[in-house]
């Protein structure tokens, strides 16, 4: 039997929306040649610069393999955008660390994600923002 409320759909829908958004937004606003991906891989590190960010992270984060994450990393090492640098505990592992070149392209890459998440709430409220996230929760939890 067909949903008469297909949520999934919908969802799935905006979801793609929202990403091609983004991905735009935040191509056009670095000018490096670097790919989107990339940009998110500096995102993430800019947003955890409270901890040391390995190539297992990023596996995890990005759901990606093992020998993907390894090419963009050394991809992103050859354009002077990430080091890798041992750790004291580890010889063996190395923390990926961005550039001064990376640092100044996360803020553009921030600069571009917020102007979309504030399209995205521009005609919500505080109340109508609060209970879309309840209402996500929600919608989470019934699947997990």
């Not at 993430?44 to 759901?63: A, G, H, P, W, Y």
């Not at 063996?92 to 803020?107: F, P």
Request: charged share 30%; proline share 1%.
């Amino acid at each position: 039997m067909k949903s008469q409320y297909p949520i999934g759909l919908h969802i799935n829908k905006l979801s793609r929306l929202i990403s091609r958004k983004v991905d735009a937004s935040v191509l056009s606003s670095i000018d490096d040649n670097i790919t989107v991906s990339q940009a998110y891989v500096i995102d993430f590190i800019t947003d955890n610069s409270d901890r040391d960010v390995f190539q297992k992270d990023l596996e995890m984060e990005f759901d990606l393999k093992r020998s993907s994450v390894s090419l963009m990393l050394n991809n992103m090492e050859k354009h002077d955008l990430i080091k890798r640098v041992p750790v004291s505990e580890d010889a063996r592992l190395k923390k990926i660390v961005l550039t001064e070149k990376a640092v100044e392209i996360s803020k553009k890459i921030s600069a571009a994600i917020d102007s979309v998440e504030g399209q995205l709430a521009e005609s919500m409220d505080q109340d109508e923002i609060n209970t879309f996230l309840n209402m996500l929760n929600k919608i989470r939890s019934n699947i997990e």
